[in-house]
């Protein structure tokens, strides 16, 4: 079994004080870019604490990134919980938002347990179901059970097969027109903070200066409240595709494959493992079972 020998010189880590939501709620006036990111598993979880992300959020991107599906709509709330609860384990001292999956909020009820499952089975900080105005009193009724809230309009993956696949949302005025008022709708209902996808940048700016609710943006400019990328997208970690909006701040898999190659290449030749990489036996032990074997071997 490998064990960890180094974890007593390591030096301790300072704990990091947890966002809290009024915190997030006054990044609106102060003006503080608040950075949130999408990761799938314990260790992308730990990189995002160690690294100061202000929010992990449990995207049901995870079905595509973590589970190879070609959309987010076969998550369930089991592999959504089972993901958060590795996550609230990978960054204890992180803000953690858990997505609500598809159809997991489609009546009040369905939302109101589901929600609690993020909240008391994985420690979630808060909820993100989608939509705006056609969800307004699913929203309005989390909040009103004491769970935060928050939502997701632009473009909806739960609902692409409606727009007609991942297409850019808000490029009429009456398009973007419908984009407010589900804003706005979602500040109405008390939600904390929402999330444009897939809007053009003036729009999402023009919209977000209506609110006195935060706005994070993904593929949606700069003049949201805070931005959100996904963890495997920006290290490029994934990369079955990539979106317009995602910059690859790494390029994981390719140091990943060329780590691998090595691997195969020193194992086939015999150079790994070495001397540094194998455990020893005292020579007198070593002796005294070479013995005991050939003794077995003459019976």
Known sequence: MAQNTSAASAPAQKRREKRAIAEIRESKTTGEKMVYMSVPDYTSAKWAEMAGVDVAVVGDSLAMIAHGHPSTIPAT?????????AIRRGAPNTFVLGCMPYQSYNTIDRALVNATRFMQEAACDAVKPQGGRSQAHILKALVDAGIPTASHIGLTPHTIAM??????????????????????????????????????????TLISEQLSIPTIGIGAGAGTDGQILLCHDLLGVFTDFKPKFTKRFAKLTEVAVSGIKQYIKEVKEGSFPDEDH?????EEEYEKFAKMVQKRRQM
Request: proline residues 2%; negative net charge.
């Open 77 to 85: 709330m089991d592999m959504m919980v089972l993901h958060a609860q």
């Open 163 to 204: 727009f007609g696949g991942f297409k850019i949302q808000g490029r009429t005025a009456e398009a973007a027109m419908r984009i407010l008022e589900d804003a706005l709708a979602i500040e109405d209902a008390g939600c904390f903070m929402l999330e444009f996808e897939a809007v053009p940048a003036r729009i999402a």
């Open 278 to 282: 194998s455990y020893t036996v005292k």
